[in-house]
């Protein structure tokens, strides 16, 4: 009998206790989110004392500790989670109210995972608990010039250049020093700046150091210098500058030439194992003792030179020893158009000519545009995708001759400033280019008052494009278009139309534009797209990114049958559905399988309804998309990594003729949520065809 007693015991505890918190679920839904809203509370009030913490450790000079980064990530996702839970639409499903009879399985489903992410925070938050936030980085001395090529880790003049403004700057209780020289290579001055701050942990002694640049009263009633808590190090390739910025005359620090061994040692390194061979070496030698021991010219004029045979080089000599360019440097000059003259296409020419003139780096994206728009630069590139990737190559090709920056991001060009000055002479002397300087005013054409103007709601005169006939790149950013000038009609050999931050409404006048291939209206301001636009049946790329547009009318986007590229993220359009009867304002999706040559593809929509069957053979000639379907995503959220991104929330089971299979297909970032028989959609790929 006390057997069975126990057994009963055991059963009773492996049943009634899950059943009891099973139960608990239901009995407790409300509580258990009111427990989630309060451990959402605490962890982000935690959250925030860290990031105080942190702050005040940056300010110290310190570097946060990874454990501690790694925590804040963590934060976000669990708060992001718990989030997306008390915003969760099917809790107004679950009918907790006295007309209707609660949703069972739901509040039960619901309930669980509050309680779970409740734990989550819960734990998460014990973990916030770190015996330090930040550190100072070890004062070794051992940090090398972190250039863009070894040789410069072997350059002996650049850490004795260092370490006497290391030494200026530890004895000094409050100074303004300055660091000069003839051109460097890639800002190596401002390298050079943030390693001795680096080196010295950005405090000296047991001061308090406030790291800046002191503006406005701070600096010039010298209240700063008085509590002894400013030092500040400024970088100019002109003494007078430094002189001028109150630079005290004692502590402005040349970075002199390279010596011999250093001009060879950086010289050899980026030309290659050549240079000691017997028939080159001399030769080579020469041409080094040429670059002056200057750095920008060692590198781009080696690199030139790199894997050419000895008629080049001898040719190079001699137009290193035949300079007399006024102004700048004239070996700097020389050594620079050299380079340029040694690029091994009128593509790379172009390209590089035409990132100078463009001023201040650019993105590929626009770059694209503009290139094309010019015409006759890319010589074998027929679609818009050949065109992007012969692009990626040229820029690829101009970083390894050093005549643009590596950058941080690959979407992002950027250029020497020394570089661009020859640039721009080289483009205005063979190209005929014109480039006016930043603010700077110009005497005639077009008027004063127009030009001077930095007004946001500036109108353009209703003449202003006439004799204009031959123009092919136009590009007005900030501007109040609410009617387009009736003299765009003489416009008729534009190719690239890119409207950036422009407010617009009667865009009758762009009709006229019939051999536009580029059109952009990102982040403009407008309701309704124009039936024009229908008309404008030579246009191979259409961005409406970002833009305020939410009508779209019938028969425009089908009547584009040339278009490669459509790009229409982060806008709110009110597609209609395939199969609508009602008479619309708006065109359905289906327009897009008449785009026979379409690779690029960008949309949103909320409801899955909306998208049309048969659009397999459609998506499968994509080759780059970024496609969001359902209410719980936002577009900022995409990362620009992936060329084919397919986020997806379906309330009824998936539809392969959708085309949804094809998108998944090969796609390289995917979201789910919510989405019934996916399963079986990736049963049928057999695992082959999807990349995760």
């Known amino acids: 009998m006390e057997v069975v007693i126990s057994i009963a015991g055991k059963v009773a505890e492996y049943t009634v206790a ?24 605490k962890l982000d009030a935690a959250k925030e004392r860290m990031k105080h913490s942190i702050e005040e450790e940056k300010r110290s000079g310190k570097r946060i500790e990874t454990d501690v980064e790694e925590w804040l990530k963590k934060v976000d996702e669990v708060i992001e989670k718990a989030n997306q839970l008390q915003e969760d639409p099917r809790r107004a499903k679950v009918g907790c109210s ?38 100072l980085p070890a004062l070794d001395g051992a940090a090398s010039s972190s250039g863009t090529t070894g040789a410069e880790n072997l350059l002996e003049t650049r850490e004795t250049f260092k370490e006497e403004i290391v030494k200026a700057l530890k004895t000094l209780k409050h100074a303004t020093l300055g660091s000069m020289g003839l051109p460097v290579w890639v800002s190596q001055l401002w390298t050079i700046q943030g390693e001795i701050a680096d080196l010295l942990g950005l405090r ?53 030439v390279l010596s011999g061994p250093e001009t060879w040692s ?73 380079s340029y003259n040694s690029l091994e296409s009128d593509e790379m020419k ?82 005929h280019v014109f480039v006016g300087k930043p603010k700077a005013e110009l005497k005639e054409w077009p008027t004063k008052d127009f030009l001077k103007s930095s007004n946001r709601f500036l109108e353009i005169p209703d003449t202003f494009f006439e004799g204009m006939g031959s123009l092919k790149v136009l590009d007005l950013t900030c501007l109040n278009l609410s009617s387009l000038p009736t003299s765009f009609r003489y416009l008729t050999h534009l190719q690239t139309l890119c409207l950036y931050y422009c407010i617009l409404e009667n865009m009758d006048a762009i009709g006229a534009l019939k051999n536009l291939e580029i059109l952009t209206l990102w982040k403009s301001s407008m309701i309704k797209l124009p039936s024009e636009i229908g008309t404008l049946t030579n246009l191979r790329m259409l961005d409406l990114s970002n833009s305020g547009i939410e009508v779209i009318p019938p028969n425009i986007i089908s009547s584009l049958t040339k278009l490669e590229e459509l790009y229409m993220g982060n806008t709110s359009v009110k597609w209609e559905g395939e199969n609508s009867a009602k008479q619309s304002e708006n065109a359905s999706l289906v327009e897009l399988r008449h785009l026979s040559n379409l690779t690029a ?3 949103q929509i909320r409801e899955a309804w ?9 998506f499968e000639k994509l080759q780059r998309f970024k496609i969001v379907i359902g209410d719980v995503w936002e577009w900022f959220e ?22 949804i299979k094809a998108l998944i297909k090969g796609v390289e970032d995917l979201y789910l949520d919510e989405v019934h028989g996916i399963q079986n959609v990736l049963y049928q790929l057999n695992g082959k065809d999807f990349h995760c």
Request: charged residues 25%; contains cysteine.
């Open 601 to 603: 593809l960008e949309f």
């Open 204 to 256: 000296f002694d047991e001061e308090s150091v406030t790291v800046g640049i002191p503006s406005g009263d701070e600096y010039t009633t010298g209240i700063l210098h008085k509590q002894n808590v400013c030092k500040l190090l400024m970088t100019s390739r002109n003494r007078e500058v430094l002189l001028d910025m109150d630079a005290q005359k004692d502590f402005i620090f040349r970075l002199e």
């Open 610 to 618: 909306i998208l049309p069957r048969d659009m397999k053979l459609m």
């Open 350 to 431: 172009s390209i590089f000519l035409l990132i100078a003139v463009l001023q201040e780096g650019c993105d590929v994206e626009y770059l694209l545009k503009i290139a094309m728009g010019l015409g006759g630069i890319f010589k074998r590139a027929n679609t818009m995708e050949d065109t992007r990737n012969r692009l990626h190559s040229i820029i690829g090709s101009l970083k390894a001759s050093c005549l643009l920056l590596e950058g941080n991001t690959s979407v992002w060009i950027q250029m020497h400033d020394i570089v661009r000055e020859v640039a721009i002479s080289i483009a205005s002397r063979d190209q």
């Open 266 to 338: 950086l010289f050899q390194n980026m030309a290659g194992d050549v240079v000691n061979d017997i028939s080159f070496k001399d030769l080579a030698t020469q041409v080094a003792q040429k670059c002056a021991g200057l750095p920008l010219r060692l590198v781009t004029v080696a690199r030139a030179l790199k894997n050419k045979d000895v008629h080049a080089w001898k040719d190079a000599l001699t137009q290193l020893q035949r300079v007399d360019h006024a102004g700048m440097d004239a070996i700097t000059y020389s050594a620079l158009e050299l």
């Open 18 to 41: 899950p059943i009891g918190r099973q139960a608990g679920y239901l009995i407790f839904y409300k509580g258990n989110f009111k427990d989630l809203a309060d451990h959402v509370k």
């Open 638 to 659: 995409i990362e620009d990594q992936a060329l084919k991104t397919l986020k997806l929330k379906l309330s009824t089971n998936i539809h392969l003729e959708h085309g």
């Open 98 to 135: 006295r007309w209707s009879f609660p949703n069972l399985i739901l509040l039960h489903q619901l309930s669980r995972e509050a309680t779970k992410i409740a734990k989550e925070l819960f734990e998460v938050q014990g973990q916030g608990k770190f015996d330090r936030v930040g550190y």
